[in-house]
Nanobody, 127 residues
Framework: QVQLVESGGGLVQAGGSLTLSCAAS????????VGWFRQAPGKEREFVAA????????SYADPVKGRFTISRDNAKNTVYLQMNSLKPEDTAVYYC????????????????????WGQGTQVTVSS
């Protein structure tokens, strides 16, 4: 099992940047595919970005493509989400998710594919 703890959220002006971190417990984090999701008030949780356990495969939602970058450091058991050119519509609670997989290059946009979730970190972008 793995426990996930996000950090790095906060208040930022439109056009600014933030980097979210997701620290994972356990010694087999490199066996997990990871993803970032977000949930705005009154809306359903949605996919943001995903990265395979190998780190070679990534996937991004269209609204964040070209602005957000997902990365991971398996030696530090940490996943990152670099967010640039932030917009007010990026305001949401951001969640880190992970699931164990045997496939090195597997990524998923589906919430149901992830068995482990963090508690979320608030990102607020002011106009």
């Amino acid at each position: 099992q793995v426990q996930l703890v996000e950090s790095g959220g906060g208040l930022v002006q439109a056009g600014g940047s933030l980097t979210l971190s997701c620290a994972a417990s356990g010694r087999t984090f490199s066996s997990y595919t990871v993803g970032w999701f977000r949930q705005a008030p009154g809306k359903e949780r949605e996919f943001v970005a995903a990265m395979s356990r190998s780190g070679y495969s990534t996937s991004y939602a269209d609204p964040v493509k070209g602005r957000f970058t997902i990365s991971r450091d398996n030696a530090k058991n940490t996943v990152y989400l670099q967010m640039n050119s932030l917009k007010p519509e990026d305001t949401a609670v951001y969640y880190c998710a992970a699931d164990r997989t045997s496939m090195y290059d597997f990524t998923s946009r589906r919430i149901s594919e992830y068995g482990y979730w963090g508690q979320g970190t608030q990102v607020t972008v002011s106009s």
